[in-house]
């Protein structure tokens, strides 16, 4: 698998809300309630990707 096949481990918030959908209100709900998983890297709080997919899954809602 080369580098361009594979999928981020992290994305900016802006990113996350765009790929999942959402506005801001609704984004730090989902952060809140556990649902997207936030890491502080260089002072900036990053979403996973990993925790954005699980969103898509059924029974996620």
Known sequence: MNAIEMEPLLVTGPVA???????????????????????EVGGRRMATYASLKELAKPDAA
């Open 17 to 39: 809300r765009k790929l999942i959908g959402v506005g801001n209100t609704k984004y730090w709900q989902l952060v809140k309630s556990g649902k997207v998983t936030l890491v």
